[in-house]
């Protein structure tokens, strides 16, 4: 059976004649966009059209919009790309619990790869950061909020080294989108210098560029996580 036409709302096609110029480099990462004004004027169509189609854009991450201004392109990152689904990926955790366990394993999978390469390609420098990372966690155990974001920071230190921007761009996502139930994963009584201890093995065998031994230490690090998460399946709070 053949499927009728669809007729379009006017707003598509603004959104469409935006998109041609965006990709075509007519209006560049960084560049504002004309007017709402000029938008109505240039394409014949009301202010409810240009709005719906800048709103669109917005929603899809490819233009901002600041009060009183002019829409404006972004420029393209990783960090950006992945925090446009955030808000979906902590949604399904809430809905569907069932999918920590496919976040879990998504984690493993990626650290584990992760600690090996930077065994494998960490400079003097680069183990350097690693050990300063360590250092200022440690000196944060008197501060449970700040001790959480450092334990994210020193997770996305270590996938830094690959060189790959979008690695520490994921393992950040990660902790975002697995927050509540870390929190209350990290008020375990002692796990704050387990924690610590754990990450000190990890840089240690990157340190010696021994890529096996950096997988153990990350894997075991992890798992040990993983089996606290079961136990504080409920959100913090």
């Known amino acids: 059976m053949t499927e009728p036409i669809q007729r379009r709302k006017l707003f598509q096609e603004v959104l469409d004649r935006l998109m ?61 790309l992945i925090g446009q689904v955030a808000g979906g990926a902590m949604h399904l955790l809430r809905s569907q619990p069932d999918s920590l366990e496919h976040l879990k394993d998504a984690r493993l999978f990626l650290e584990t790869g992760m600690a090996r390469l930077a065994a494998e390609r960490a ?56 927050g509540e139930y870390y929190q209350a994963m990290v008020r375990a009584p002692g796990v704050e210098d387990l924690t610590l201890a754990e990450h000190e093995r990890i840089v240690e065998a990157i340190a010696q560029h021994d890529p096996e031994a950096a997988d153990q230490a990350m894997r075991a690090h992890l798992t040990r996580a993983s089996q606290l998460y079961k136990t504080t399946r409920e959100p913090a709070g």
């Open 20 to 80: 041609k110029r965006i990709r075509s480099g007519d209006i560049p990462p960084g560049a504002q966009l004309p007017s709402e004004r000029e938008l109505m004027e240039e394409y014949g169509v009301g202010r409810p059209a240009v709005r719906e189609a800048l709103q669109t854009l917005e929603r899809s991450g490819i233009v901002e919009i600041a009060h009183g201004e002019r829409a404006r392109v972004v420029v393209p990152t990783a960090a950006r």
């Open 123 to 178: 400079t003097a420098a680069d183990i350097a950061r690693l050990r300063e990372a360590v250092a200022r966690h440690r000196a944060s155990l008197n501060d449970l909020e700040t001790f959480m974001e450092l334990d994210m920071v020193f997770h996305r230190e270590l996938a830094m080294v690959s060189g790959n921007p979008i690695f520490p761009a994921i393992v950040e996502a990660l902790f975002r989108w697995a």
